[in-house]
């Protein structure tokens, strides 16, 4: 009986299969790469091209039968001298720093506190991972009821610290409190990510380098210095930058607490490119502000993956 092979080689029309035979290696992989290829660029390069050039014009959304003037660097020189994109910058920056690092700690220490063979254990690690399962609207809709006056427990904790009266007080309608209201959101929502990422960095240590370092008398503290975080390091660096890359377009979430405000606490980047694009239909503007974030956020991961591959090198 012949084989598969035999028997699509039989079926093969015989010019077809004098053509394919007279194909080299290179050509028939790249005859199957094409698909791939095609799609990338119609997905991702072709739109990336439309917004740059986009962003050299003048072109409103709303206004389609307008005449579309050629405006030049124009909209990037007006983003980059605005004082609000600065301020968004820096609220972004607020929130990037204090959710990557207060996620890396908890869930760092919960991936090695899960890593210790204990009795339901597998419960837990389920327990710990079912926010991140949940949508940003369910966990938004969810925490913005925490949050309300009278029933939110968080307001009742913060308004006895502050001095402030729990029936009227709310984190996410004070200005000051509002960004820790949603990094407070994101870190619960998203710790368990950066766990399993450790709990995978911790699982592929090799037990044998834990029996050598014992046999040498050293101590569980020294274990973790010199065994347990360097070689957990490269997983610690790529949660960082995974979880860097989503919350610097972090958008969702934040809508849904606070709609954007108050003030320019919880005004992040993303936050301001939907209102420049889809409130003030300025799309050509937005898509100036597209590209530099892009850009930015390119050329930041870009420099930090090196340094991760200098990292997983040693």
Known sequence: MPDPFQRVAAATPPKLAHQIRGLSDRTIAWLFVAPTIFLLLAVNIFPLLWTI?????????????????????????????????????????????????????????????????????????TLIVLPMMLSPAVVGNFWTFLYQPQIGLFNYFIAFLTGADPASFSMIGEVALAPWAIIIVDTWMWTPFVMLICLAGLRSIPPSIYEAAECDRASKWRQFW??????????????????????????????????????????????????????????????????ILFVTVFGLASIYVKALNKVKDR
């Open 226 to 291: 010199t065994i347990t975080l360097p070689m957990a390091l490269p997983f610690l660096m790529l949660a960082v930058l995974f979880r860097g890359i989503e919350n610097f377009k972090m958008f969702d979430l934040v809508v849904q607490l606070t709609g954007g405000g108050p003030g320019a606490t919880t005004q992040l980047t993303s936050i301001d490119l939907k209102r420049e694009a889809f409130e003030k239909w300025r799309t050509g503007y937005a898509s100036a502000y597209a590209v």
């Open 53 to 125: 050039r986009l962003s050299l014009t003048n072109f409103r959304t709303n206004r389609p039968n307008n005449a579309v003037e050629w405006v030049g660097i124009e909209n990037y020189r007006k983003i980059l001298t605005n004082p609000d994109t600065w301020a968004s910058l820096q609220a972004t920056a607020h929130f990037l720093i204090w959710t990557i690092t207060l996620q890396v700690l908890i869930g760092f220490t919960l991936a090695y506190l899960i890593n210790k063979k204990f009795r339901s254990n597998d419960l837990w690690t």
